[in-house]
């Protein structure tokens, strides 16, 4: 009989193994690139500061796609095309027509873009310019599906995009049923702008790993959907504005309601990163329109609120917002509901995913990490009645 041996690790010899993935290089990447001890986020070369007062989020696509700016005959066909791009095939309207209508938005983002992948060719034959096609086209899609699922389940109407305008106005539109006011479109584009790219974040090291297999576009974006979905990820800018309403439901203090929360040992949304050691250059951008939109639309208290608990968190913890803090307010401000929060986010970082596709493609290898095994060997077998 074989002696159970039970596997005696050194985990020191092991220093590569960093739970989380902590600190590890997985891939070289033209995309973007972070300093998180200065708060600093480039993407391509361009500072985010620099795209958010200068570009569009079309602009944006391309420099992710093509790692360049296009001129204006490019982006005049890539919005063409974007826009010629943005209806569903009729059995993705039929499928989000039939879902249950409490079914999470993300959820239904999920399904509809897999389903997407049965109307396309799929294959990797298509080189890279079938690539960037396929990304035009979940891209241009993946607005149509969150509005006409937010307008279904509140027994309206969907409604069919316009076949003149940028991603950000047509997204409103859809939803609200009406033309949004040029500062609303503005808003929501730069909104776009700011959630394109953050490097190798779960969602996008997602899309590369499903790519790498020589899987096909939507698959990996199905996944990169999936992985954003989480509270730790994209899905905290809901858990934020969750957290502000119950502050105002409960009638309480934003200090102390933190500082509760801490001593039981929860964790803020909207707060810290495995990068930024400082404020994330994004929650600088979209802490100011939260201000100023706040105070247009009358929720000045959710501002104030978000500005004290930015306080206690640094005090107490010396914590800094990220992108999903500031963002809650600024949706709230445009009455957008918070659980549709992490679709825009995907609808914006599907330019993000898609560029790191392409990228991984143009020159791929299998991504096929180790785990070490701790586990138990040369166990005896014992029968099933006797264990
Ligand atoms: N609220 C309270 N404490 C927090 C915190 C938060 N939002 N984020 C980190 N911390 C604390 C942890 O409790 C931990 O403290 P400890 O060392 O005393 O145990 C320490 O800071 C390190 O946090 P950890 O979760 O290990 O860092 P990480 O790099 O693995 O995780 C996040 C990064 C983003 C997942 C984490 O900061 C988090 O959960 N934030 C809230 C969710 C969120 O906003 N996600 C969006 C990210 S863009």
Aim: proline share 4%; charged share 25%.
């Amino acid at each position: 009989m074989a002696e159970s041996v039970k596997t005696e690790i050194d985990l020191s010899q092991y220093p590569h193994i960093n739970k989380g993935l902590d600190g590890i290089i997985a891939f070289s990447s033209r995309k973007s690139f972070i300093d998180g001890q200065k708060g600093e986020l480039i993407y391509d070369g361009y500072s985010i500061e620099t795209l958010a007062e200068n570009a569009t989020f079309e602009e944006v696509c391309f420099l992710l796609w093509h790692d360049r700016l296009p001129n204006q005959q490019e982006l005049d066909e890539l919005n063409k095309k974007m826009q010629k791009a943005r209806s569903l095939p009729e059995p993705v309207l039929q499928y989000i027509r039939n879902t249950s209508a409490s079914a999470e938005p993300m959820s239904v983002l999920r399904t509809g873009v897999s389903m997407l992948g049965d109307f396309y060719e799929t294959g990797k034959k298509n080189g890279p310019d079938g690539w960037v096609d396929k990304a035009i086209t979940i891209a241009a899609k993946m607005p149509t599906i969150i509005a006409a699922f937010d307008r279904i389940r509140n027994d309206k109407e969907p409604v069919s995009p316009l076949s003149d305008k940028n991603t950000a106005h047509n997204f409103l539109y859809m939803l609200n049923g009406e033309h949004p006011g040029e500062q609303a479109a503005k808003t929501m584009d730069l909104c776009l702008i700011l959630h394109a790219e953050h490097g190798m974040n779960a969602s996008t090291f997602t899309s590369r790993t499903i790519c790498a297999t020589e899987s096909d576009m939507f698959s990996a974006i199905t996944g990169a959907i999936g992985a954003l979905k989480g509270p730790l990820h994209g899905g905290a800018n809901q858990a934020v504005m969750n957290m502000l309403l119950e502050i105002e439901e409960q009638d309480a203090d934003p200090v102390e309601f933190v500082k509760e929360r801490l001593a039981n040992k929860e964790k803020i949304m909207g707060f810290g990163h495995r990068v930024y050691k400082t404020m994330d250059p994004r929650a600088r951008i979209l802490r100011s329109m939260s201000k100023q939109l706040s105070e247009e639309t009358g929720h000045v208290e959710l501002y104030n609120w978000s500005e004290a608990i930015l306080e206690t968190m640094k005090s107490e913890k010396n914590i800094d917002p990220n992108v999903d803090f500031f963002s809650a307010t600024v949706y709230y401000s445009m009455g957008i509901k918070p659980d549709l929060y992490t679709c825009i986010f995907s609808m914006s970082r599907v330019s993000g995913w898609t560029g790191h596709y392409i990228e991984q493609a143009e020159n791929n290898r299998l991504i096929r990490p180790r785990a070490l095994y701790i586990g138990e060997k040369n166990q005896d077998w014992v029968p099933v009645e006797e264990r």
